[in-house]
């Protein structure tokens, strides 16, 4: 039933999604409602949301306008399904804001294969993630993936190794002026994310170990296909497809090193793991199986989910 509902791209597939998002949202935000005492409270968690609905719309655009996958919405709908089972990070504003702007970079990044002003789309790319990082320090391990994509497409000219830099000094510059505006504690903010810990005892409840075995059990089985896969993909794709196996290693990374650490920091690896999801459900030729793993994937996810409210 849900392989077959989201196998085409229709309005009622973005509905649904849409309507499960605000629901989970707003049941996970249940568990403190002092949020509710405040207009600006209220506001931030209204903000959040809009930021959440356009991750879900931003990973499925990279999907289909770069041809990442068939006509179809599988990518949208397992990342949303990812957020159920992984619910800390509709609470955790930090890397909902990184995540996001890091999305709006490996859209510019992965649209550099068609040459096409491509200084512009590396200087928008490096922004974005300088811009993440001031919410999540090490977000900014995604320049990486610029320079990857460099070599992939543009990198006899020197002037485009140049530009991240240039780019970097963008957002030095912005940052320094909105905290001298702001004052030292927003100094402080991103000061306090450069530490690395790799303690990873940091579960609330048995119900997020759980989901951290089922996440990673789903990653195995989406990402080593896919890996193998590449050779068989139109030779115009394979640099964009390789480029989403290095975002997900790379938001494996950001969630390895960074300190204070939950489920939530596995957000930086929902985007690039829903696209292999997508090319996985593709490539099964039985549609019971199809159909069980969904259902499966959902059903477990939504037992996890209403074990942590």
């Not at 649904?16 to 509710?36: A, H, Q, R």
Request: aromatic share 18%.
């Amino acid at each position: 039933m849900l392989a077959s509902v989201f196998n085409k791209s229709r309005p009622v597939n973005y509905i649904l999604i849409g309507v499960i998002l605000v629901l989970s949202y707003f049941l996970y935000l249940t568990k403190d409602t002092s949020w509710t005492n405040s207009y600006l409270l209220i506001l931030q968690k209204a903000g959040l949301l809009l930021l959440l609905a356009g991750a879900l719309f931003l990973t499925n655009f990279i999907t289909r306008r770069n041809t990442l996958s068939k006509a179809n919405t599988y990518a949208m709908f397992l990342f949303m399904v990812f957020l159920i089972l992984l619910p800390t990070t509709l609470v955790n504003t930090n890397v909902i804001i990184s995540n996001f702007f890091l999305l709006l970079a490996l859209r510019r990044l992965i649209s550099l294969q068609s040459l096409i002003t491509p200084k512009e789309k590396i200087f928008d790319a490096s922004f974005w993630i300088f811009a993440a990082a001031i919410f999540h320090f090490w977000s900014i391990i995604h320049i990486v993936l610029v320079f990857i994509s460099i070599v992939f497409h543009v990198s006899r000219d020197y002037r485009n190794w140049l530009i991240p830099f240039i780019a970097f000094f963008a957002v030095g510059v912005l940052y320094l002026m909105a905290g001298l505006m702001m004052g030292e504690g927003f100094f402080e903010t991103i000061s306090e994310n450069i530490a690395i810990s790799f303690d990873f005892t940091y579960f609330e409840n048995i119900y997020q170990n759980i989901a951290l075995a089922v996440f990673s059990a789903i990653a195995v089985l989406f990402a080593f296909p896919y890996i193998f896969s590449i050779t068989s993909k139109p030779l115009n794709l394979q640099s964009s497809h390789k480029k989403i196996i290095y975002s997900f290693l790379i938001g494996v990374a950001i969630y390895v090193l960074s300190a204070n650490k939950n489920n939530s920091f596995l957000a930086f690896t929902f985007a690039p793991l829903a696209i292999m999801g997508a090319n996985y459900f593709e490539s099964q030729e039985n549609n019971w199986f199809k159909e069980i793993a969904l259902g499966l994937f959902v059903a477990i996810a939504l037992l996890l989910f209403t074990s942590q409210l």
